[in-house]
């Protein structure tokens, strides 16, 4: 079925696996990853289980770079000791286009790595995310208030436009290598097309990037799919969420420079941690991920 989109009718399935009230999670043994099927909708994807995971679990989904899949993303964000050591059931997704021996996201309008702009016939991720929160939600597995996205590079850019898409279902992003606000526009690619990011709701952000990283240049530039600096995308988060004030540029104790924008509506900050010397890898300090997820439901 990835060659085929669910759709917003993807969805309606999820009524029918309303959970007693007493159901409790049995996706499988504890702090373990294991590949499980979602529902009937023909797709699987790598679950990482917590110990004593129940209706009030958080679910983080971890979105891989293009070409790439699950399993290499889990190898290279070491999420699966950050899970388990925080309580948080992991969920290492394939994306619905093939391309080469991986896969890629389905962001409209916007070519892949492929050079490819995803067509009505490929799988609509979005959808099928959203169905995959229902159905781990009617195994009692997860908390529907406390979903969050992260990713890299590819990645980065889907949860970044799950943001904007989907933010009735996820609670905090946390791009890696990837912050987008929407695609770039087409009068003046130098910014994004706001038309193509109107979330329903303020969206906190948390994204990480390093300052050498050549594929996606925080400077902007690059693919036709990146386009915009990293700056102007946080300050259109900014924007979005109504934030008043900016966040004075600090450097950590690590080296990596924190700026940001904060006094947001919802207390939806946006927050991004530059990493000096970093090209295009993981940079994401994941217990500040984690501690960034954690102060926000939906």
């Known amino acids: 079925m990835r060659g085929k989109s669910l759709g917003f009718a993807g969805l309606a399935f999820a009524a029918a696996w309303a959970p007693a009230a007493n159901a409790s999670c049995t996706l499988g043994a504890p702090g373990t990853t294991q590949r499980i099927a979602i529902g009937a909708t023909g797709r699987a994807m790598l679950l990482r289980v917590p110990a004593h995971a129940s ?5 983080v989904f971890v979105l891989h770079g293009s070409t790439g899949d699950g399993a290499a993303i889990l190898a290279q964000s070491k999420l699966e000791a950050t ?6 059931l992991l969920a290492a997704p394939d994306g619905g286009i093939v391309a080469g021996k991986g896969y890629v996201w389905n962001i409209p309008g916007v070519p892949t790595v492929t050079g490819k702009v995803p067509g ?6 979005v959808a099928w995310l959203g169905a995959t ?11 529907r208030r406390r979903v969050y996205a992260t990713g890299l ?11 904007c898409v989907a933010a009735d279902r996820f609670a905090a992003i946390a791009p890696v290598v990837g912050l987008r606000a929407g695609n770039p526009s087409a009068a003046d690619s130098r910014f994004p097309d706001p038309a ?3 979330p329903s709701k303020p969206m906190p952000v948390i994204a990480f990037a390093g300052d050498k990283d050549t594929t996606n ?8 799919y990146w386009q915009y600096p990293m700056r102007t995308a946080e300050a259109r988060w900014a924007d979005l969420n109504g934030c008043r004030r900016p966040l004075a540029v600090r450097t950590l104790e690590s080296g990596v420079v924190e700026r940001g924008h904060t006094d947001c509506r919802g207390a939806a900050d946006v ?15 994941n217990e500040a991920m984690w501690a960034f997820f954690a102060r926000h439901r939906r």
């Open 133 to 143: 929160i229902d159905w781990l939600a009617a195994q009692g597995c997860v908390d």
């Open 120 to 125: 009505p016939g490929d799988a609509d991720d």
């Open 271 to 285: 927050i991004a941690r530059i990493t000096p010397g970093a090209g295009h890898v993981w940079t994401a300090d």
């Open 83 to 88: 899970a388990d050591r925080h309580g948080f």
């Open 217 to 224: 240049p925080i400077e902007g530039g690059g693919a036709g």
């Open 196 to 198: 193509t990011c109107a």
């Open 55 to 59: 209706a009030r679990t958080p679910l």
């Open 153 to 163: 590079s590819g990645g980065g850019r889907m949860s970044s436009w799950l943001g």
